[in-house]
């Protein structure tokens, strides 16, 4: 009987149109015409969780959800409005099974670092480094194992002497690797752990070094921006954000010493510091395209771009990194 219901005519109308519906409006969404720049490109793979701009290459360098690097060119004559095309760099064989997460470019020693984690059984973690012209591997160096606590590395930084240092997304921790990718130490905090068990699901997320010797870390679900002083034995320090908290904060961008862009939900927030990041004030806001979802951002040109995880067509899939406007 539930069976022959679940059949009728009435059941299959209402099931198309529950499909039909929210296709209609993300068809009618990527359909409208976008209020600032846009640069489309063509995957292989649905999701890519980071794009940096590589400035001495007129690249964007991006990380496959599925595992892997890959670069955008752009032309150097005229930024083209036709879509782009994504093409593999590197995949490796040991990590398959794994997804590329964040990425940051070492300028000075003509090195990216790329995040990998198991999103979904939380036991593997690491960091690669290769190099940006020959895109040989210079190090791969394992956070977390099967017998390590559940775990997601997520994104990462490099400070001045080439130490990185990756975000754990699962425990709220910070893995330090230093130049040569030897794992030298642990950032840990009660501070990094909120009260509620709710937000302690997704936890320690973007991540950016600060010339001034301090690392800006953003907690996505408890909206908390973390200043670490590295020339203070790593304390650890809540920012205290006018306009915030930055919940559902993602990846983060330098802009200067006193402004830095969240990516996430909404797309965009512009946060400013006048103290040295002691206390900041969230300035601006820019809302992207509602159907995607904002999770890096990089600069070009001195413009603000924000990539966007997901990719929408068959079989190929259109990605979006949008330029925005504060």
């Avoid at 976008?34 to 995957?43: L, N």
């Avoid at 030298?184 to 509620?196: A, C, D, G, N």
């Avoid at 996430?264 to 946060?271: A, D, E, F, H, T």
Wanted: glycine residues 8%; proline residues 3%.
């Amino acid at each position: 009987m539930a069976i022959s219901c679940l059949c009728s005519p009435k059941s299959l109308t209402i099931l198309v149109l529950l499909i039909a519906i929210p296709i209609g409006i993300i068809i009618s969404l990527e359909r409208t015409q976008p209020q600032t720049h846009v640069y489309h490109y063509h995957s292989n793979g649905w999701f890519r969780e980071c794009a940096k701009w590589d400035s001495d290459n007129h690249r964007f360098i991006t990380s496959f959800f599925e595992g892997g690097v890959g670069q955008i060119t752009v032309s150097k004559e005229k930024d083209s409005l036709s879509v782009l095309k994504e093409v593999k760099l590197v995949e490796e064989t040991e990590l398959i099974g794994n997804a590329s997460l964040g990425l940051t470019i070492d300028r000075s020693r003509n090195r990216v670092l790329v995040v990998n984690a198991e999103v979904l059984r939380n036991r593997y973690g690491s960091l690669v480094a290769y190099d940006l012209t020959s895109w040989k591997r210079l190090f791969l160096t394992q956070l977390s194992s099967p017998s390590d606590e559940k775990s997601l590395a997520d994104d990462v930084a490099v400070d001045a002497e080439g130490n990185a240092y990756v975000t754990d997304a699962k425990a709220s921790k910070i893995w330090k690797v230093d130049v040569n990718g030897n794992l030298v130490s642990i950032i840990r905090s009660p501070l990094f752990t909120p009260k509620e068990w709710h937000k302690t699901l997704v936890g320690l997320n973007g991540i950016v070094y600060h010339p001034d010797g301090y690392l800006i870390v953003i907690h996505t679900l408890s909206g908390n921006l973390f200043k670490i002083d590295l020339t203070k034995g790593e304390e650890v320090r809540i920012i205290n954000v006018v306009g915030g908290p930055l919940y559902f904060g993602d990846g983060l961008e330098l802009l200067s010493r006193d402004k830095i862009v969240v990516a996430g939900n909404p797309s965009g927030r512009l946060v400013e510091s006048l103290d040295g990041w002691n206390t900041a004030s969230v300035v601006a806001t820019f809302y992207g395209p509602r159907h995607r979802l904002a999770t890096a951002a990089t600069v070009k040109d001195g413009k603000v771009y924000l990539n966007h995880l997901l990719g929408i067509g068959y079989p190929k899939k259109k990605h979006a990194i949008v330029e925005a406007v504060f």
